[in-house]
């Protein structure tokens, strides 16, 4: 079997419950994952096989896997409030991420959404981020470093982006900030014919400012705002029904497109 294929020291690992409580570590051999359920020794799953199930020495089973990007937003450490899956999912799409891109994103905070649009445009795209907070600089590099190793085709602006975006000809702009609409007229003159912007917001007082000002701007088009619910459902041998507790109300996402003017 591939050595790829087998846990590593230094790897990401998922721990399950039979809860669906879920936990990502770092396996480092001498050290050990403590829970209500009991031990796991790393050492006990360096060499074995990704995707298998360990017992605790109190006798309860984890299955431990390799995390998902979603598992590790979840999971990572934060210096302020992450951007969920279920909207960082919706911006790649709504923003049309492609490999290859020139993206410049403004709010990292914690890099949820940072590790995702690099893992979108790819090795031959190109992201710039704007972030102002030094401990969220410190602790975005650290959670990048964890999920992707080194990314030369990243690069952090210790800048406010409200002044104004250095980067020319840019595919796609991402914003997470409290005031994106002081970012549009850089937009305007930065974003390439077509190109899309996309702002996560937290409020609609924030989301009704910031469409109105794109519709009345002369260079967008395709405005739109919406809202991810996601609502998990319980399956068993005799039943299905929708679980307690959903996924609400995270943030609003606003996206438009540059237009490129009038043909005279």
Same mark, same amino acid.
């Given at each position: 079997?591939?050595?790829?294929?087998?846990?590593?020291?230094?790897? $990401?690992?998922?721990?399950?419950?039979?809860?669906?409580?879920?936990?990502? =570590?770092?396996?480092?051999?001498?050290?050990?994952?403590?829970?209500?359920?009991?031990?796991?020794?790393?050492?006990?799953?360096?060499?074995?096989?990704?995707?298998?199930?360990?017992?605790?020495?109190?006798? +309860?089973?984890?299955?431990?896997?390799?995390? #998902?990007?979603?598992?590790? =937003?979840?999971?990572?450490?934060?210096?302020?409030?992450?951007?969920?899956?279920?909207?960082?999912?919706?911006? $790649?799409?709504?923003?049309?991420?492609?490999?290859?891109?020139?993206?410049?994103?403004?709010?990292?905070?914690?890099?949820?959404? #940072?590790?995702?649009?690099?893992?979108?445009?790819?090795?031959?795209? @190109?992201?710039?981020?704007?972030? /102002?907070?030094?401990?969220?600089?410190?602790?975005?590099?650290?959670?990048?470093?964890?999920?992707?190793?080194?990314?030369?085709?990243?690069?952090?602006?210790?800048?406010?982006?409200?002044?104004?975006?250095?980067?020319?000809?840019?595919?796609?702009?991402?914003?997470?900030?409290?005031?994106?609409?002081?970012?549009?007229?850089?937009?305007?003159?930065?974003?390439?014919?077509?190109?899309?912007?996309?702002?996560?917001?937290?409020? /609609?007082? +924030?989301?009704?400012?910031?469409?109105? #000002?794109?519709?009345? @701007?002369?260079?967008?088009?395709?405005?739109?705002?919406?809202?991810?619910?996601?609502?998990?459902?319980?399956?068993?041998?005799?039943?299905?029904?929708?679980?307690?507790?959903? =996924?609400? @109300?995270?943030?609003?996402?606003?996206?438009?497109?540059?237009?490129?003017?009038?043909?005279?």
């Amino acid at each position: 079997m591939s050595d790829l294929n087998l846990f590593a020291e230094g790897d $990401l690992v998922l721990l399950v419950d039979r809860k669906d409580r879920r936990y990502v =570590v770092t396996l480092v051999d001498g050290d050990s994952f403590h829970s209500h359920g009991g031990i796991v020794h790393h050492a006990s799953l360096i060499g074995q096989e990704k995707g298998i199930r360990v017992r605790t020495n109190k006798g +309860q089973v984890y299955y431990a896997t390799v995390p #998902t990007l979603a598992d590790y =937003v979840t999971n990572l450490p934060r210096s302020s409030q992450v951007v969920y899956p279920k909207d960082i999912g919706a911006i $790649l799409m709504l923003g049309d991420i492609f490999p290859g891109a020139t993206v410049v994103e403004a709010g990292m905070g914690s890099a949820a959404l #940072t590790i995702a649009l690099l893992r979108a445009i790819g090795p031959d795209g @190109h992201l710039s981020s704007y972030e /102002i907070r030094d401990e969220a600089i410190i602790q975005g590099r650290e959670n990048i470093g964890t999920m992707l190793g080194s990314s030369e085709n990243f690069r952090i602006r210790n800048s406010d982006i409200y002044e104004g975006i250095v980067e020319n000809t840019v595919d796609r702009i991402i914003l997470d900030l409290p005031e994106p609409w002081r970012v549009i007229e850089s937009a305007a003159q930065k974003l390439v014919p077509g190109g899309i912007m996309v702002c996560f917001l937290p409020t /609609i007082l +924030q989301v009704h400012n910031l469409a109105f #000002t794109l519709q009345t @701007h002369a260079s967008f088009e395709m405005v739109e705002s919406i809202e991810i619910l996601l609502r998990p459902w319980h399956i068993a041998a005799n039943s299905a029904r929708p679980m307690h507790r959903m =996924v609400g @109300h995270t943030g609003f996402l606003v996206s438009a497109r540059r237009c490129a003017g009038f043909i005279e």
